[in-house]
């Protein structure tokens, strides 16, 4: 899949630096053409004729070391690449590309590069779950940069705990699968929904769930990457959109299946990540409603089903995909509402079980489907799980016009 490819191979100055030269043999092997670009401190741990030599290219440091005239370096290798992977990626590497910082041969590259870009993060595990650093990764995310988490074991500091890097063949699945899953979807429109819906009880209160959005949004980002167009209709979230979708905001449950059924008959697969409220208040107050009293009575009536609403729309060419937060009986509940609504695939997220949860950056899922259960996903992270699932959706969707004709 990397034959012929570019990929600049970014090597920063951590300890794991020497894994670098395993990665490039490895990218080389598989047919890439790779360039080596490596930061001062990098060439503290490993040198660049190492990284030459595997590469059989120039390794880049200086950016004013300018080999060819009728070029600029670092223009030329952003313009030229087909995929950057940096390997490994030190909190400094990190919060420079998140900050938009060109000081060096890598960070300006990166700033003229337009491909994809995966970092392999790997640092002390206190520093990898700093607030500073956990942020940049998030605003890094939000404009579609991908990551491999790093591995958990013996720290150069000598702690055991996570924050190694991924190991080299892992990091040339991550770019094989990449590059394999990069058309998967071309010419699909997919819709996606996420977050929480919000319904006013007057102007400064409204009934809510704990829904973020960053399963749907994980999903939207995973799918775009596959080369789908995606449409996102978000409600109430609390992360930013993945760059690369067109967003749409609904906040309230009304106004998100009014947006939702307006797309759906042009959508190709439908994603239904959002947790709609069941409920709304029967009466709105124009005003904010002041204390009365020691209790309040809401009266509350039901909402239109949204993805029971699409079910019955649903065309043959058309899949969808619902999701079910659940505490117990998985099976059931899923199977349930796969029949009920016509769904063709349901996954179920087991809120109550450690690090599958509203709000969290990992998550459990069981994917159903007319005939039971067809994948459990073990504990992932967000955007892994959305990778997986629209994997199993893409081969269910090569076939699913012809198996209802």
């Known amino acids: 899949m990397m034959q012929g490819k570019t990929i600049l191979l970014g090597v ?44 059989r290219n120039a390794v880049h440091v200086d950016t004013f070391d ?43 590259t990166l700033l003229a590069a337009t491909c994809p870009i995966l970092i392999a993060p790997a640092m002390n595990v206190h520093m990898y779950e700093h607030p500073a650093v956990v942020r940049n990764m998030e605003l890094l995310a939000s404009r579609g940069v991908m990551f491999v988490e790093p591995g958990t074991g013996q720290l150069a500091c000598g702690y055991v705990a996570k924050g190694r890097l991924a190991e080299p063949e892992d990091i040339v699945a991550a770019v094989e699968q ?41 999903i939207a980002e995973a799918a775009s990457l596959m080369g789908a167009e995606v449409t996102l209709v978000a409600g109430r979230v609390s992360v930013k959109p993945p760059a690369g979708v067109r967003l749409i905001e609904a906040p309230s449950a009304a106004e998100m299946l009014e947006a939702v059924t307006a797309l759906f008959p042009e959508a190709d697969l439908t994603v239904k990540a959002a947790a709609v409220a069941d409920y709304r208040p029967l009466a709105v107050s124009e005003h ?23 079910g019955e729309m649903k065309q043959p060419h058309q899949l969808l995909v619902g999701f079910a937060a659940e505490t117990e009986n998985l099976e059931q509940y899923a199977m349930d509402k ?48 959305a990778r997986r699932l629209l ?15």
Not at 186 to 208: C, F, M, Q, S, W
Not at 362 to 382: C, H, Q
Not at 391 to 405: C, F, N, P, S, T
């Open 12 to 55: 920063t100055g951590g300890i794991a630096a020497y894994k670098a030269a395993a990665l490039c043999s490895r990218l080389t092997q598989a047919g890439a053409n790779v360039h080596v670009i490596m930061t001062e401190a990098a060439t503290k741990f490993i040198t660049p004729l190492t990284l030459q030599t595997l590469s």
């Open 66 to 108: 300018e080999r060819d005239p009728s070029v600029v370096s670092h223009i030329d290798l952003a313009d030229h690449a087909d995929f950057v992977v940096i390997a490994p990626a030190t909190a400094n590497a990190i919060a420079k590309l998140a900050g938009g910082f060109g000081d060096d041969m890598l960070s300006t």
């Open 178 to 218: 990449w590059f394999g899953r990069g058309g998967l979807l071309k010419g699909k429109k997919l819709l996606v929904t996420a977050g929480g819906t919000i319904e006013r009880l007057d102007p400064v209160r409204y009934l809510t769930n704990d829904s973020s959005g960053k399963m749907g949004f994980a």
């Open 288 to 310: 904010k409603m002041k204390k009365s009293g020691d209790k309040l009575i809401l009266e509350l009536e039901r909402t239109t089903d949204i993805l029971q609403t699409l």
């Open 338 to 385: 796969l029949w009920r609504k016509n769904c063709d695939l349901v996954a179920v997220n087991p809120v109550n079980r450690p690090g599958a949860g509203f709000n969290g950056d990992t998550n459990l899922l069981f994917i159903y489907d007319s005939n039971g259960l067809v994948e459990e996903l073990p504990l992932l992270s967000k955007r892994e799980a």
């Open 391 to 405: 994997d199993i959706a893409v081969e269910r969707l090569k076939d699913v016009g012809r198996d209802r004709a």
